[in-house]
Nanobody
Framework: QVQLVESGGGSVQAGGSLRLSCAASGYSYRTYCMGWFRQAPGKDRDGVAIIDSGGSTRYADSVKGRFTISQDNAKNTLYLQMNSLKPEDSAMYYC???????????????????WGQGTRVTVSS
């Protein structure tokens, strides 16, 4: 049974940092592309960052230079280090499992078959 469990959200002031974690279980983690998405109230769920099975990464323009996606294959865990946080980064953050052995789609939900329950990030000005 595939499970994705996010943690690490919270409330911070603008300019602060948070590190999100996504613990994966129930499948061969290292062979799948993984992504972080976020959804603010009343808005669509948008891609934030992806990392493929080879370790290549891509980021949304809005977070480039501030966020870093990484993973620990030994721990089956995905991370999102978020620095220089802005109020507009406030959202529910979700990790998702993308295709096996293929690249993830950052611009849509296509190919993501499993999602975590989300962790909330609130950034105050």
């Amino acid at each position: 049974q595939v499970q994705l469990v996010e943690s690490g959200g919270g409330s911070v002031q603008a300019g602060g940092s948070l590190r999100l974690s996504c613990a994966a279980s129930g499948y061969s983690y290292r062979t799948y592309c993984m992504g972080w998405f976020r959804q603010a109230p009343g808005k669509d769920r948008d891609g934030v960052a992806i990392i493929d099975s080879g370790g290549s990464t891509r980021y949304a323009d809005s977070v480039k230079g501030r966020f870093t996606i990484s993973q620990d294959n030994a721990k089956n865990t995905l991370y999102l280090q978020m620095n220089s946080l802005k109020p507009e980064d406030s959202a529910m953050y979700y990790c998702a499992r993308g295709p096996q052995y293929l690249a993830c789609n950052l611009g849509s939900h296509s190919g993501y078959n499993y999602w975590g329950q989300g962790t909330r990030v609130t950034v105050s000005s």
